[in-house]
C-alpha cells in the first residue's frame, strides 16, 4: 500500500541553524500539507501546496518557514533560522484532491522530531 | 474560525469495555468530520469520517454519527481490545477552509488486559 514517508525521523539541531524535513507523498497526489505538534499540544495545520504554490498558510507559517517541491517526488520543509519552539513532532501528508464534499483523504508520514537545543 | 474539542484524556479501560470519547466542535458553513488514531512511533491513520450531518462513520468496530444540532462526533466502541491503546483525534475540513484539518487535543487510550 503506497504511503507518505518522512525522513530524517529525529532531528536535532542548535538554536537558528537552518533545517530541512523532507517527505515523500504518494505518487499521485496533488495536494501536499505540514502539520505539526508540539509536545503535549494539538495538532496544528503549517501549510498546503498545490501546483507548485502556497494554497494556503496558518500564521504560525512566517517568513522563517517555507515550502518547496524540488522535484517530481519531494516536499521539504524549510526553517531557516531555528527556535526553541520550533521544537516539535513535524506531520507531512498528501491527498489526491478537493473536490467540494471535502471527501479526499490525507495520508500521513510518520512524522519527523524536530529537537532544537 | 474552525475549532475542535475532545474530551480530557487519558481514558483506561479494561479489555471488553464500552469506549466512548467525546468531541464537539465549532464551524461555519458544512464541515466533514473525522477521526484519526496515531499508535506508537507511527503517523496519523484515519479510523472514519463523515461528511454531512447524521451521517454515521465506522470501521474496525468504532462508530461516529455526525450531529449537527449537537455539534458533537463522539467516537464509540462497543467492546475495546489492548490493539486499541493508541491516541485519538478528532477533526474537521471544510466550512470556512478546504483541505486544512483542525484537530482536537487528542486522547490517549489505553487498554489493559
Known amino acids: 500500500e503506497p504511503e507518505v514517508t518522512q525522513t530524517p525521523s529525529h532531528q536535532v539541531t542548535q538554536m537558528g541553524q537552518e533545517v530541512i524535513l523532507r517527505c515523500v507523498p504518494i505518487?499521485?497526489?496533488?495536494?501536499f500539507y505540514w502539520y505539526r505538534q508540539i509536545l503535549g499540544q494539538k495538532v496544528e495545520f503549517l501549510v498546503s501546496?498545490?501546483?507548485?504554490?502556497?494554497?494556503?498558510k496558518s500564521e504560525i507559517f512566517d517568513d522563517q518557514f517555507s515550502v518547496e517541491r524540488p522535484d517530481g517526488s519531494n516536499f521539504t520543509l524549510k526553517i531557516r533560522s531555528t527556535k526553541l519552539e520550533d521544537s516539535a513532532m513535524y506531520f507531512c501528508?498528501?491527498?489526491?484532491?478537493?473536490?467540494?464534499?471535502?471527501?479526499?483523504?490525507?495520508?500521513f508520514g510518520p512524522g519527523t522530531r524536530l529537537t532544537v537545543t | 474560525g474552525n475549532s475542535v474539542t475532545q474530551m480530557e484524556g487519558p481514558v483506561t479501560l479494561s479489555e471488553e469495555a464500552f469506549l466512548t470519547i467525546n468531541c464537539t466542535y465549532t464551524?461555519?458553513?458544512?464541515?466533514?468530520l473525522f477521526w484519526y488514531v496515531q499508535y506508537p512511533g507511527e503517523g496519523l491513520q484515519l479510523l472514519l469520517k463523515?461528511?454531512?450531518?447524521?451521517d454515521k462513520g465506522s470501521n474496525k468496530g468504532f462508530e461516529a454519527t455526525y450531529r449537527k444540532e449537537t455539534t458533537s462526533f463522539h467516537l464509540e466502541k462497543g467492546s475495546v481490545q489492548v490493539s486499541d491503546s493508541a491516541v485519538y483525534f478528532c477533526?474537521?475540513?471544510?466550512?470556512?477552509?478546504?483541505?486544512?484539518?483542525?484537530f482536537g487535543q487528542g486522547t490517549i487510550l489505553t487498554v489493559h488486559p
Open positions: 501528508a498528501s491527498s489526491v484532491t478537493l473536490d467540494r464534499d471535502n471527501s479526499y483523504e490525507q495520508y
Open positions: 505518487s499521485n497526489h496533488l495536494y
Open positions: 501546496f498545490y501546483n507548485n504554490e502556497i494554497s494556503e
Open positions: 464551524a461555519t458553513g458544512y464541515p466533514s
Open positions: 463523515a461528511t454531512k450531518a447524521d
Open positions: 477533526a474537521l475540513r471544510g466550512g470556512t477552509s478546504y483541505g486544512k484539518l483542525t
